[in-house]
């Protein structure tokens, strides 16, 4: 098959009757009314990335804590899980938890994994590293709100309102700010699948194989930052493969599925060669043992607090997108809204996040909101065809820059009020976390092993061999049999195994721990301190020091 150059487009000499077959021609002006206030937009669109910029440095800032003098910076406690097997890559150990043992994939996101094994090649010190992180997720933020607006101005070209109110709406949400801010590959996926989106338009718009090519690697990096993306990379080769025109679909269908197919293989190779499972041990532990009417229970549960309380405000603005003024670019719309939906379902499909808070999109679904943002754009503007019978056409500016003022107050007032007198959620304990694996470095030998529930910055700063007490680091619970009730990544432990076998010399938590748990460590000899870590008084690695408290 002869493949085009890349100036070349796909649909070069293709006959007018075959370009109706699959693609659209360009994308025509969309509204009869004239654009007012293109200067204007320009304006509030420079000012909300600034203010956006203004409070990302406010919120890391805030992030910090101070132990000895020095400021030190953490992260989300999943993501110090990925920063501990960073740390291990980086200092020559492997892929691994922990140094020397039989590597097990604790990870999801082996994409930003390397990625932050580099930061750990800069010449940082380790109380600065996680703030590496940080200072990625602040671009990572403005590029997905850089390709929102270029998506916006490739569906509406003559309303400049649409891509404007769909990224202010996308770099000011705080769910979107708080994963990426916080370490999580939240913001990298959620950037790459705009990319896959904006190469996937180009490609039915203008059918270039620069586009086609893009598409197929950004798949691949997708796939890379998260197996589960593997669902909206699908509905995007498949839109690709029907929207163009049917001379090349077969060329389209080889570029994607060799992204998609693969990237999947290989990564999967790897997996089975290095860790010896052909899933993630993450899959073990979380969809293993549990019913699917359980996970779909829960899954539904939750997504209704988020869906009807949180979401009602852009999703039913989005509906007003279907008014025959844009016509020309349903099947984008379309597009927008299936990606969307998928997430969702797969949201309710694996039972939720284990972090389901109210006003709050958990991280599957939070990938998908500037998706339902540009909905949300032409809503607006769909909303505005319909009353401009009405309202002289000078007030345009004013009706969007209303709509989303309204918008942004209703999404996230009340996440931005609990920042402002919490720092956020978890930020505080996720820094005693850090203090609390300080501590242990100092006052304990590195022959010491710890167990752990929160499984990322203890054993991150502490360097010692970590025992991972809910398993997303330990082969044997993740393939276990769960306990108590469905909570993503928390309902699998066994002390006996764990505490019994492993013998780690400090506890610094246990989980749902009973009295019989709490009879059965006294039993084997562990003392409970007042700090509230369980030690083995006969442990030859642990100093004196172990004794003292932890506060910020």
């Known amino acids: 098959m002869e493949f085009h150059s890349t100036d070349e487009p796909l649909s070069a000499g293709i006959t007018e009757a075959q370009t109706s077959v699959g693609s659209s021609p360009p994308l025509p002006a969309l509204s009869t009314q004239p654009n007012f206030g293109q200067p204007t937009g320009y304006w509030i669109l420079w000012g909300a990335f600034l203010i956006g910029a203004v409070f990302y440095l406010c919120f890391i800032g805030k992030s910090g804590f101070r132990v000895q003098g020095e400021l030190y910076f953490s992260l989300f406690d999943d993501a110090m899980v990925s920063m501990r097997y960073a740390q291990n890559l980086a200092t020559g150990h492997g892929l691994v938890w922990n140094p020397g043992e039989y590597p097990v994939e604790g990870y999801t996101n082996p ?42 101005k490739k569906l509406t070209p003559h309303q400049i309102w649409v891509p404007v109110t769909a990224t202010i709406l996308t770099m000011w949400y705080y769910p979107l700010i708080f994963w990426t801010l916080r370490g999580m590959e939240v913001g990298l996926l959620t950037a790459l699948l705009l990319c896959g989106v904006k190469q996937a338009i180009n490609l039915e718009t203008n059918c270039h194989s620069r586009s086609l090519k893009r598409l197929a690697i950004v798949m691949g990096l997708c796939l890379l930052t998260r197996t589960d993306a593997l669902i909206p990379c699908s509905l995007l080769m498949f839109f690709a493969i029907v929207r163009v025109p049917e001379t090349y679909r077969l060329q389209v269908a080889i570029w994607c599925g060799a992204g998609l197919v693969g990237t999947l293989a290989l990564h999967t190779f790897f997996r089975f060669a290095y860790y010896g499972d052909w899933l993630p041990n993450t899959y073990y532990l979380k969809m293993t043992g549990v019913s699917l009417g359980e996970r779909l229970s829960r899954g539904w549960f939750c997504f209704q607090s988020t869906g009807f309380k949180h979401l009602y405000a852009p999703v039913g603005m989005s509906f007003f997108a279907i008014i025959p003024a844009f016509r020309p670019i349903r099947s984008f719309l379309v597009l927008l809204a299936i990606l969307f939906t998928a997430q969702c379902g797969y949201s309710v499909y694996v039972g939720g996040d284990a972090w389901e808070l109210p006003d709050f999109t958990n991280r599957y679904l939070c990938i998908a909101m500037p998706l339902l943002f540009l909905l949300t754009g032409v809503g607006i503007q769909g909303f505005w065809e319909i009353i401009s019978k009405w309202i002289p056409p000078r007030f345009a500016p004013i009706h969007a820059t209303v709509c989303g003022v309204l918008l942004v107050l209703t999404l996230n007032l009340a996440n931005f009020q609990n920042w402002q007198k919490n720092g956020g959620f978890q930020v505080k304990n996720d820094g005693l976390a850090a203090q609390i694996g300080l501590t242990l470095r100092n006052c304990t030998q590195p022959e010491a092993s710890i167990g752990v529930v929160w499984a990322g910055a203890t054993p991150y700063f502490a360097h010692r061999r970590a025992i991972d007490l809910l398993g997303k680091s330990d082969r044997v619970i993740a393939h276990g049999l769960p306990k108590g009730r469905f909570l993503p990544g928390h309902n699998k432990w066994d002390y006996s195994y764990s505490i019994g076998q492993l013998h780690p010399d400090v506890i610094v938590r246990l989980w749902n721990a009973t009295d019989a748990d709490f009879r059965y460590l006294q039993l084997l000899g562990y003392r409970y301190l007042e700090n509230h870590l369980w030690v083995n008084p006969a442990s030859p690695y642990l100093n004196p020091c172990i004794h003292q408290s932890f506060t910020l």
Request: proline content about 5%; charged content about 5%.
């Open 111 to 152: 994409l930003w994994t390397l990625w932050m094994c580099c930061l750990h090649w800069l010449p940082l010190p380790e109380a600065k590293i996680s703030l590496g992180v940080m200072v990625t997720g602040m671009g990572i933020l403005f590029w997905s709100g850089w390709l929102v607006f270029s998506i916006g």
